[in-house]
């Protein structure tokens, strides 16, 4: 057993390599929890979206002429242990309190029935159970200045007064509220009926399964209602709306995969380089050790009980920078993905867990490496300060090994590429990739030193031929430490270039897709947009005649099923546009506008992809009972319900479907009428309780959450980059560590201070470029590799930005942190007294 | 532990027979010895000579078990070291052979106390006892006075002696010291020199040193003098001059 004064001593003595060691793995924990705490928030927070999404109605009953219907004719279906069945009344209406107003959906439902189809918890009152009540949603009342005990006024299409309620509560529906701003109120039913004009009717029924809720099952239900039902009215499939999201999740999926992947794999190798450090830089006395009668097992268990140590200790460092950082991850996803109202996701005992295993047991792992090579090497070739032994990864082993990662690399992205795998492999490609060029580095290495060393010497021949011998002496101490940051630079790169094409992608989208000037709408539509409110259609005549307006457009937003496939028909006027605001991917810009008023249609990309139809087939549209067939005109990038989009003229469209009063009014002006027109706009807004947006206020929105994504990205990247500067510290202390002697030597003939200090700066330059620079063009490459598997999932894929700023900040950060990092040891190297220098063992 | 020998009755600690070692350096046979016979007396102070790079030092730890050697048999008392496991050698070594470098070789994070009780802690001897026959040892080495003191904080000298306490503090069979005075003074060397005959007479205790230093190769009971992996001469060590004649006209010839 070795004494346990060594093993304390061992840490306490050497308060740099302990510091460096704990660092380490410290950051690799609290990297692993971020990730891992942030990716699994994220998918939780997108799950329960998707849960609200994913309504528990499976279908409705409606009229075929989508118009109200007597009680009487649904009473045969409304009792039955197979479903639930609740009758309601929907009404588009105007609230008014005081000098505010609100356009929302008014749903009228029996107060029992409250909860049996939707999540819907009331946060303060109760539910509307007598005529004359309401119950808001959260964002109404908040809109509108009113709570419980209030009173506001309600108005209807065709009603010729306002209506007095009473707000008895306020409600929200938990996700959909935090996600996007729903603008419904909850009536009786007998009062939505009256505000419809439709006393002791309904309008719809929604109907949710009991038990088994499996398609087939929801198949004969369905067919077993419809039975049941008269002519007049008809079983609709409920729009799952969370289908409509889906592409963009998986999108956020493969993001967050890679990202996780590559940060283990990161963190694994800053580990794996300081316990290497740690060991190495003992080799003299572990050679002592095994010769005075230590045995191999007695050093082994010896390495291992400090690596549990400073796993332990490090994992304890690590976990509270880790909460930190998931927090600061998590809400830069929220911020990212919109989810900015939603609750903090508390810390998930996987992510503890696998943090707090991360530690100890990578330390172990990776002290094994180098605790057997401490044990093969001949105890006196390590004391004259020969070789450590033969490496276990030789350089063939390498290149024969980075070779086969490549080929495998390039199979599974051909596989991904030709679709008879499925895009998952592609991540798998990418770590391939990633393993491959680490394993390749070696070969990079000794050709880039020669040619490096060469142009420093031009500056400091003296500082360059030294510094040369000192690294290709050390060859797998340069290795692993280059290792180290090209690991880091290419991993922080992909995740960094990925998330900033991606945001590029939407700005330019945004950029293409809006031209209008000014935008008025009711509400944000809620996230199944079936409550989007519609707007009043005398408002487009008003504002109109307002001087300087030159256009008027009318977008319509519904639920469409395309070739039996939901999706969102969105319907504009786009025989008003000069250009037709859209992202063409597919298709003749010059035809486009005859074809589109031939009622041709535009399709999402995603769509595209998923019908499998192209430019010129047919695809079947249904919205409500009309069912019509159409050509594909073009398709589009879209990021609008996730992709699953297509576009209409509003005159065809109206003409073949029931298409929805318009629920966002287009409007531009002439350039110097802009200042006024926007004040006019601003006060139809609040007389008529809709949001006002001028197309600058987008603009600004999205560029600064561009920005504000941009700015938390090079923060990440460079803390990533500090961790891993440590591995040149590493390495460095190593350096002057091992050639003390040496050092003395040089002095003593002659080497200046200034010199010796010069001497580390020129390699730690060298280190930080070999590691940096590569890394960066890796990285570029397997963020390229990224975004284009993004096609698999979106068929357009994310178009890559290079970002080269991004680039040339993250290198010059790079080296000039590399420079830092060399300061520590440079300093011990040309402080160093000569004559200790030379007796120093 | 080990292979019994049959024929070591004649009081012989080491014995070497027809030992031969070959390193390979990048495709070239280097061979530091061949063929060397050898056999040290117990209590017998031993001084092995020859110029550098005659393969004193590998012969010496081939002697003590560190390396095996690539042909011919070693033993140590009645154990055979040659065909020992790399583990086998480890326990001999820990339990019956003592060494001490030119450079010391003291672990840096260690105190001097812990130094020398290092080889028994090894061995599983309560931290008690370690630390009791570790004091005893660097009693005998005239170290007491600086127990708890870091290798740093130690002359030259002291270090040497704390290895030799080291080297004394598991009773071996025998003390194998490569270049023990290489890195001291004339007056410390003596002194070293000094303590380790004192050993090998009054503790009986077999000591094996490499030496480039006549004084204290005439002051050993036996010198063995190694020239191109041969034994060249092995006999009284004489005066300085005459063993450094006997090693010139070894070179000559």
Redesign the interface.
């Known amino acids: 057993m070795i004494p346990r004064a060594y093993f304390w001593n061992t840490l306490r003595l050497r308060p740099i390599r302990t510091c460096l060691s704990l660092i380490s793995v410290a950051g690799a924990v609290a990297a692993v929890m971020a990730v891992l705490q942030s990716t699994i928030a994220t998918r939780m927070q997108m799950n329960d979206l998707h849960s609200t999404l994913d309504s528990p109605v499976n279908m409705e009953i409606i009229a075929t002429d989508t118009g109200p219907f007597a009680q009487d004719d649904i009473a045969a279906v409304m009792k039955s242990d197979e479903y639930v069945a609740v009758p309601i009344f929907r009404v588009f209406t105007k609230v008014v309190a005081g000098s505010r107003a609100s356009r929302c959906l008014t749903v009228g439902m029996n107060s029992d029935d409250y909860g049996r189809v939707h999540d819907v918890q009331i946060v303060s009152g109760r539910t509307a159970t007598e005529f004359g009540e309401v119950c808001l949603a959260a964002s109404v009342a908040e809109h509108l200045r009113v709570g419980p005990g209030d009173e506001v006024e309600i108005g209807a299409k065709g009603l010729p007064w306002l209506l007095k309620k009473k707000v008895v509560g306020v409600y929200q529906v938990p996700v959909t509220e935090q996600v996007n701003d729903s603008a419904t109120v909850l009536t009786t039913l007998d009062d939505a009926a009256r505000l419809g004009k439709s006393r002791g009717k309904v309008n719809a029924v929604l109907i949710r399964l009991t038990g088994d809720r499996s398609e087939w099952r929801e198949q004969s239900v369905r067919e077993s209602v419809q039975a049941q039902l008269p002519k007049s009215l008809m079983v609709t499939q409920s729009a799952a709306a969370s289908d409509l999201s889906r592409p963009t999740e998986a999108m956020i999926g493969v993001g967050l995969n890679v990202a996780a992947i590559l940060s283990v794999i990161a963190s694994v190798f800053i580990v794996f380089n300081s316990s290497q450090m740690s060991v190495t830089e003992r080799q003299g006395q572990l050679a002592v050790m095994r010769i005075i009668g230590a045995t191999d097992d007695q050093i082994r268990s010896m390495l291992y009980r400090e690596a549990l140590l400073i796993g332990l200790a490090g994992t304890v460092l690590g976990i509270l920078p880790g909460i930190a950082g998931s927090a600061f991850l998590e809400q830069g996803m929220r911020d990212v993905l919109g989810f900015r109202k939603m609750q903090s996701v508390a810390l998930q005992p996987l992510s503890v867990i696998v943090g707090i295993a991360f530690g100890p047991l990578v330390t172990m792992i990776s002290i094994w490496f180098p605790a057997k090579t401490a044990c093969v090497t001949p105890p006196m070739q390590v004391l004259k300060g020969g070789s450590v032994g033969k490496p276990i990864l030789t350089r063939r082993l390498t290149l024969t090994l980075g070779v086969a990662f490549f080929i495998i690399a390039s199979v599974f992205f051909a596989l991904t590429w030709l679709k008879i795998a499925p895009w998952v492999t592609s991540i798998v490609a990418i770590a391939c990739l990633e393993i491959a060029s680490v394993l390749l580095l070696p070969e990079l290495i000794a050709p880039m030193a020669v040619l490096y060393f060469r142009i420093a010497g031009w500056f400091a021949p003296i500082e360059a031929g030294l510094g040369h011998r000192q690294l290709i002496d050390k060859f797998q101490r340069t290795i692993v430490t280059v290792a180290v940051l090209f690991v880091v630079s290419a991993t922080s790169i992909c995740v960094g270039i990925t998330t900033f094409s991606v945001t590029q992608n939407i700005e330019s989208w945004v950029e293409r897709t809006v031209d209008a000037d000014f935008i008025l709408f009711a509400t944000r539509p809620s996230a199944d947009m079936s409550d989007a409110t519609s707007l009043p259609l005398e408002l487009k005549d008003e504002i109109r005649q307002l001087p300087g307006i030159t256009m008027v457009d009318e977008v319509s937003f519904c639920f469409a099923s395309v070739n039996e496939r939901s999706a969102m028909l969105a319907v504009q006027e786009f025989d008003l546009h000069r250009t037709i605001p859209i992202d063409l991917i597919q298709g003749d810009m010059s035809t486009l506008q005859d074809r589109l008023q031939e009622g041709e249609v535009l399709l999402g990309s995603v769509l595209a992809n998923l019908l499998q139809v192209g430019l010129d087939d047919t695809v079947t549209i249904q919205v409500g009972e009309s069912v019509d067939t159409a050509k594909v005109a073009g398709i589009v990038r879209e990021y609008t319900a996730g992709g699953l989009m297509m576009q209409m003229d509003s005159r065809p469209a109206k003409e073949r479907f029931p298409i929805p009063d318009p629920q966002v009014y287009g409007i531009n002006s002439r350039p110097e009428d802009a200042a006024s027109v926007a004040e006019s706009l601003k006060t139809i807004a609040g007389q008529h309780g809709l949001v006002y947006q001028s197309l600058a206020d987008l603009k600004n929105m999205i560029r600064s959450m561009v920005e504000a994504i941009t700015s938390r990205l090079f923060l990440i990247l460079v803390l990533a980059l500090v961790i891993a500067a440590f591995a040149i510290v590493n390495s460095l202390t190593m350096n002057v560590i091992e050639q003390t002697r040496y050092l003395g030597l040089l002095r003593v003939v002659g080497l200046l201070q200034s010199q010796a200090f010069r001497l580390f700066l020129c390699q730690a330059v060298f280190l930080g470029a070999m590691g940096i620079i590569p890394g960066v063009l890796i990285g570029t490459v397997m963020s390229y590799l990224t975004t284009n598997s993004f096609g698999g999932i979106t068929d357009h894929g994310v178009t890559f930005v290079a970002a080269p700023e991004l680039l040339a900040g993250y290198v010059v950060c790079g080296v000039v942190l590399s420079l830092l990092a060399a300061v520590l040891p440079a300093t011990r190297a040309a402080r160093l007294r000569p004559l200790e220098a030379i007796h120093e063992e | 532990m080990g292979h019994e020998s049959d024929s070591n009755s004649a009081g012989n600690v080491i014995r070497a027979e027809r030992i031969s070692k070959v390193f390979l350096h990048e495709g070239t046979e280097i061979w530091p010895f061949r063929e060397v016979t050898l056999n040290i007396r117990r209590g017998e102070l031993l001084a092995i000579m020859g110029p550098s790079g005659s393969g004193k030092?590998t012969l010496l730890?081939t002697l003590g078990g560190?390396?095996p050697p690539t042909s011919g048999g070693i033993w140590i008392e009645d154990h055979c070291v040659s065909s020992m496991s790399?583990?086998e050698r480890?326990?001999l070594?820990?339990?019956r052979v003592g060494?001490i470098?030119q450079?010391?070789?003291?672990?840096?994070?260690?105190?001097v106390l812990?130094n020398v009780?290092?080889?028994l802690?090894?061995?599983?001897i309560s931290?008690k006892e370690s630390a009791d026959r570790a004091a005893e040892a660097l009693a005998k080495t005239g170290m007491s006075h600086r127990l708890t003191h870091?290798p740093t904080q130690l002359s030259?000298g002291e270090q040497q002696r704390v290895a030799i306490a080291?080297a004394l503090v598991?009773h071996p069979a025998v003390v194998l010291a490569d270049e023990p005075t290489g890195?001291l003074d004339s007056r410390r060397g003596r002194d070293i020199t000094s303590l380790l005959r004192q050993l090998a007479h009054d503790n009986r205790q077999t000591v094996v040193v490499v030496t480039h230093d006549f004084r204290v190769a005439s002051q050993s009971d036996r010198v063995i003098v190694l020239l191109d992996g041969h034994v060249t001469y092995d006999g009284k060590p004489g005066s300085d001059e005459e063993l450094m004649a006997t090693m010139r006209q070894e070179s000559e010839a």
């Open positions: 030092s730890h560190i390396e790399e583990k480890t326990l070594r820990r339990r060494f470098f450079s010391f070789n003291l672990i840096p994070t260690l105190n812990d009780s290092l080889p802690t090894l061995d599983g931290a870091l030259g080291r598991i890195n």
